[in-house]
């Protein structure tokens, strides 16, 4: 073992020392902020040992050689979490100005924010789905507005009150059915013999189509 690693083992156990000191006597003395108290520490130091002894997990021979075996590993659980999650509890402790300084405290608090917020968006949903279809539905009034106005184009703004009735007329008379069609013939340069011609084969057709 290298003289730095030598060096390095003895501040850790150094510190070590002077955790399970303070843990024992249940001082204050390391309690100035979750962020930066004796769980910081605590964690801190234990990421340390982890690195410099190339291990995933404390075992007790390394707890005692640290000198931390004299805290309970819910603590150095909890301490070791801290430094895992420490940009999430620091933008946390900013945001709420949370000031305790117990692990369990901290991690019930953000559980607690975690799910005001998501009860939150739920209840938001509804509202936002609300807005959209409410948006959705003026935005279908407008389209049929503009589409009423576009298919009155070119029509005629009075208003009809008769539509589909005819105005009734009294019955012509036999000379006014003759003079009209008199008329007709000499506008169609028909002279009036053939007319009279043609009058008579009509009803010669006519009245043979009703005989048989």
């Known amino acids: 073992m290298t003289n730095s690693t030598n060096q390095n083992t003895t501040t850790l156990q150094n510190e070590g020392q002077a955790l399970t000191t303070a843990f024992k006597k249940q001082t204050t003395a390391f309690k100035k902020s979750i962020t930066e108290g004796f769980d910081f520490r605590l964690g801190t130091l234990i990421k340390q040992i982890k690195e410099l002894e190339n291990v995933s997990t404390l075992s007790n021979k390394i707890r005692k050689k640290y000198k931390i075996d004299a805290i309970d590993r819910r603590r150095t659980s909890e301490a070791e979490w801290l430094i895992d999650n420490s940009q999430t509890v620091a933008d946390f402790v900013k945001k709420t100005k949370f000031s305790g300084t117990a692990i369990a405290s ?34 279908t009034d407008k389209v049929d507005d503009k589409s009423s106005k576009v298919s009155n184009i070119g029509q005629s703004d009075t208003k009809v009150e008769n539509f589909g009735k005819f105005e009734t007329k009294s019955l012509l008379t036999a000379n006014d059915i003759a003079l009209e069609m008199l008329v007709q013939a000499d506008t169609n ?24």
Do not use: C, F, G, Y
């Open 189 to 212: 340069k028909v002279s009036h013999k053939e007319l009279v011609t043609a009058l008579i084969e009509q009803i010669k057709l006519l009245t043979t189509e009703e005989v048989a």
């Open 106 to 139: 901290l991690q019930n608090a953000m559980r607690k924010a975690s799910k005001d917020a998501d009860t939150s968006a739920k209840a938001d949903k509804p509202k936002t789905d609300a807005k959209a279809s409410k948006t959705v539905s003026k935005e």
